[in-house]
């Protein structure tokens, strides 16, 4: 007896998100790998700027977590998962546009417009999530905190770095 196509085709969707969102951050990790070595260095970094090596175990996690919350929503099916999704897709692209425009343009005004507006996509992510499972809306809420702490972070260096 073959087993029913549901959960094989449920697990493959959860690969995919988080596939997804792994692959979102690391195209732009991959664009801007030179500039991150040669030209981050040189920025005047605001108080409380981690680590370099953080960054990366950190986003690995929240990509993760993101996955998992866009595919709880997707299992649900339904008119009002789309909207969610819609809007979980909306800050995933704006999450990967900020990389290049911040890391590779060097425009850090600009990129602090982006991180800024993401924070706005993620908290109607969350809102929108938290209508159809409130699991999956907590478990965006450590990618919010970590994306405020990253407006910071850019607003700081936008500050101390101008022009």
Do not use: E
Not at 6 to 18: C, H
Not at 73 to 85: D, F, H, K, N
Request: aromatic share 14%; proline share 7%; hydrophobic share 55%.
């Amino acid at each position: 007896m073959t087993a029913p196509a549901r959960p094989t085709l449920s697990l493959l969707a959860l690969v995919g998100f988080i596939g997804l969102c792994l692959l979102a951050g690391g195209l732009g990790g991959w664009v801007t790998a030179a500039n991150v070595k040669t030209w981050y260095p040189t920025l005047i970094r605001p108080p409380g700027t981690p680590p370099d090596w953080l960054f990366g175990p950190v986003w690995t996690t929240l990509y993760i977590l993101m996955g998992i919350a866009a595919w709880r929503i997707w299992r649900q099916g339904g008119a009002a998962r789309r909207a969610a999704l819609g809007l979980w897709f909306a800050q995933l692209a704006a999450n990967a546009i900020w990389t290049p425009v911040f890391f590779g343009a060097h425009r850090l005004g600009l990129a602090l417009v982006i991180v800024v507006a993401l924070l706005g996509l993620i908290g109607g992510t969350i809102a929108a999530f938290r209508r159809r499972d409130g699991l999956a809306a907590g478990l965006l809420v450590p990618y919010a905190i970590w994306t405020c702490y990253a407006t910071y972070l850019n607003a700081g260096f936008a500050w101390l770095n101008p022009g």
